[in-house]
């Protein structure tokens, strides 16, 4: 599904696990190679007393964010959270190179976005990353290690980690239709690429994610992935098709009320996710879900659900408007979503708005 070899893969729990496992595994890596290889009175080591430093975008999943929050509030990293750009939505390559120092071991950029459904330029970035490291071993700075998180973009589109070049990616298996649970690939696992273990016990997945395997739900995702494999084209073809025809129906019920926050000129994005906002000043998208009758949605992704009514801090990100934002709906096709069921959800988010403003 991903290009990888089985022995560059390691099971886990889930993304969380995954993504935090390489945070862990690069500051810990960072140390290592500092202590090792240390410096001298006339050749001092050129990031001598320095943190281990990471970069990152600020439209990651929370189980980046959070983990690099937390080791910034610690003073176990330094942390450089690159905006997206506003025209595009993206993390630019060069904003990414721009920010690197000569203590930055890790840069982990998403490949996807999961509120807005942006491709992020993860080849690109990875392409200019190994040309950056050769000019840092020549100068005796420690090498640079690339992650994406794949979470959103498995199942939707073709992901081959030869073409995007990374040293660490992120699989999630429930959003490809597979069980709960995890997996990291990592590139030349233990001679090209480290990983050290957070936990400790038996010698399960070589001592690098000890802890009994679930071994029917890593059948599962097998089967899921191997599903993928074949059928990927044919589900991304379907997907786009069907949430196409959800944005010419919001287009044509409600004109230019209509803001399509996932939408960027000349950006790819995924092709099952439609975000957008109704405007109006009572039509928050809390607001609009709860009057829908068929509809059960979100306002954003589901690690935000605690923000209450605040607007999406991605979209915000993005550029979109406070009061635009505010009133975002994020609607997701899957394999089986139909034409007709999108005209059944239409209908309900017209009937929806109609009562609020009936209201007002």
């Known amino acids: 599904m991903i290009g990888g070899r089985p022995q560059d893969?390691?099971?886990?729990?889930?993304?969380?696990?995954?993504?935090n496992l390489v945070i862990h595994s690069v500051v810990k890596h960072f140390h290592k190679i500092h202590a090792a290889v240390g410096g001298t009175a006339e050749h001092p080591s050129p990031v001598e007393g320095a943190l281990p430093h990471i970069i990152t975008c600020t439209v990651e999943h929370d189980s980046i964010l959070?983990?690099?929050?937390?080791?910034?509030?610690?003073?176990?990293?330094?942390?450089?959270?690159?905006?997206?750009?506003k025209v595009n939505g993206q993390a630019e390559a060069e904003d990414i190179l721009a920010a690197v120092r000569p203590a930055t071991c890790l840069v982990t950029i998403m490949l996807a976005n999961n509120e807005t459904g942006v491709i992020m330029p993860v080849p690109e970035i990875s392409r200019r990353v190994r040309a950056l490291n050769q000019q840092r071993a020549a100068g005796g700075?420690?090498?640079?290690?690339?992650?994406?998180?794949?979470?959103?973009?498995?199942?939707?589109?073709?992901?081959?980690?030869?073409?995007?070049?990374?040293?660490?990616?992120?699989?999630?298996?429930?959003?490809?239709?597979?069980?709960?649970?995890?997996?990291?690939?990592i590139r030349?696992?233990?001679?090209?690429?480290p990983l050290y273990p957070m936990l400790f016990g038996g010698g399960q997945e070589r001592n690098?994610?000890?802890?009994?395997?679930n071994t029917p739900m890593i059948a599962g995702l097998g089967k899921a992935a191997e599903l993928v494999a074949e059928n990927c084209e044919a589900y991304e073809?379907?997907?786009?098709?069907?949430?196409?025809?959800?944005?010419?129906?919001?287009?044509?019920?409600?004109?230019?009320?209509?803001?399509?926050?996932?939408?960027?000129?000349?950006?790819?994005?995924?092709?099952?996710?439609?975000?957008?906002?109704?405007?109006?000043?009572?039509?928050?998208?809390?607001?609009?879900?709860?009057?829908?009758r068929t509809l059960l949605a979100s306002m954003g992704a589901a690690c935000h659900s605690d923000h209450g009514d605040r607007p999406s801090p991605v979209l915000l990100s993005c550029g979109v408007p406070l009061d635009v934002a505010r009133n975002a709906i994020?609607?997701?096709?899957?394999?089986?979503?139909?034409?007709?069921?999108?005209?059944?959800?239409?209908?309900?988010?017209?009937?929806?708005?109609?009562?609020?403003?009936g209201q007002a």
């Open 141 to 185: 700075l420690p090498g640079v290690l690339v992650h994406t998180d794949a979470a959103q973009a498995l199942g939707k589109q073709r992901v081959d980690v030869r073409d995007l070049g990374v040293d660490f990616l992120t699989v999630v298996g429930h959003k490809f239709y597979g069980p709960r649970i995890g997996a990291l690939y």
């Open 66 to 85: 959070l983990p690099l929050e937390h080791l910034l509030e610690e003073r176990v990293a330094e942390v450089t959270f690159v905006p997206v750009s």
């Open 208 to 213: 690098f994610r000890p802890g009994t395997e």
């Open 237 to 292: 073809a379907h997907m786009r098709d069907v949430r196409d025809y959800l944005e010419e129906r919001l287009a044509a019920e409600f004109g230019k009320r209509i803001h399509l926050n996932s939408q960027f000129p000349g950006t790819e994005r995924l092709p099952n996710t439609c975000n957008f906002s109704i405007l109006g000043p009572q039509l928050q998208g809390r607001l609009v879900l709860a009057q829908c």
């Open 188 to 193: 030349g696992l233990g001679e090209l690429t």
């Open 9 to 19: 893969m390691i099971f886990t729990s889930g993304g969380t696990e995954s993504n």
């Open 330 to 357: 994020r609607l997701s096709v899957g394999r089986g979503t139909t034409r007709a069921e999108v005209d059944l959800v239409v209908q309900d988010l017209k009937q929806a708005v109609a009562r609020l403003e």
